[in-house]
């Protein structure tokens, strides 16, 4: 049974930093890709960035490149956002997500993207 464990979440002032954490269970890691997706209230689902475990590659979207940087550990079989000079539009459930290439890396989901239970981040002004 796949299962992805989101953690890392809390409320910082904008400005400030936190790193969010997703730890892969019930399939084979390696050559998948995973990601970050978040959704704040009435808007919908967007993507942040991914990273395809297999090679490393990375990827992200736009309005977070620079700011945002995803990177994994295959031994542990977690990735990792590390998002730094928060916003309060960054404000959002961030959701960890799997799929099978191309589906996440190129920053969409698929019909067969697997989930986690999502991280709350909320940045105060």
């Known amino acids: 049974q796949v299962r992805l464990v989101e953690s890392g979440g809390g409320s910082v002032q904008a400005g400030g930093s936190l790193r969010l954490s997703c730890a892969a269970s019930g399939y084979t890691y390696s050559g998948y890709c995973m990601g970050w997706f978040r959704q704040a209230p009435g808007k919908e689902r967007e993507v942040v960035a991914a990273i395809h475990t297999g090679g490393g590659s990375t990827y992200y979207a736009d309005s977070n490149k620079g700011r945002f940087s995803i990177s994994q550990d295959n031994g542990k079989n977690t990735v990792y956002l590390q998002m730094n000079s928060l916003k309060p539009e960054d404000t959002a459930m961030y959701y960890c997500?799997?799929?099978?290439?191309?589906?996440?890396?190129?920053?969409?989901?698929?019909?067969?993207?697997?989930w986690g239970q999502g991280t709350q981040v909320t940045v105060s002004s």
């Open positions: 997500a799997a799929a099978r290439p191309p589906f996440v890396c190129s920053l969409r989901a698929g019909p067969n993207t697997y």
